[in-house]
């Protein structure tokens, strides 16, 4: 949602002894007005007029999010089919060539082997 800056003039005595007071209760003049004008609209405008607002608010923040989450999708690395099924079965990652085995060694597994 857009937002829009509102400047109005204020007495600069009443806005120092402003802040100074309202820093005792640890708030700042930014969120009492925020708060009083939150209430001041769901006082003042009708009750259909702020779903309507509110559902197009909510429209905007959904396509929003939409793009930012493909982004972060594109942004990651799309694992291989073997690492895929690996993750699944949850057995570590095999490289992908083996290392031969020299003539002098005996061999452990005689029988069938399979080659890709």
Not at 37 to 61: C, F, G
Not at 83 to 92: I, L, M, S, V, Y
């Amino acid at each position: 949602m857009s937002t829009t800056e509102l400047k109005i003039p204020f007495p600069t005595e009443k806005l120092d002894a402003l802040r100074f007071f309202i820093g005792k209760k640890e708030q700042t003049i930014e969120q009492e007005l925020e708060a009083h004008l939150d209430k001041t609209y769901e006082r003042i405008v009708p009750a259909h007029v702020r779903e309507y607002v509110e559902s197009r608010v909510d429209t905007e923040q959904s396509q929003d999010q939409a793009p930012e989450a493909a982004a972060s999708r594109e942004r990651q690395p799309r694992p291989s089919r073997r690492q895929r099924e690996q993750a699944a079965a949850g057995a570590p990652q095999a490289p992908d060539i083996q290392p031969e085995q020299t003539g002098s060694e005996p061999e452990e597994n005689q029988g069938m082997t399979m080659g890709m």
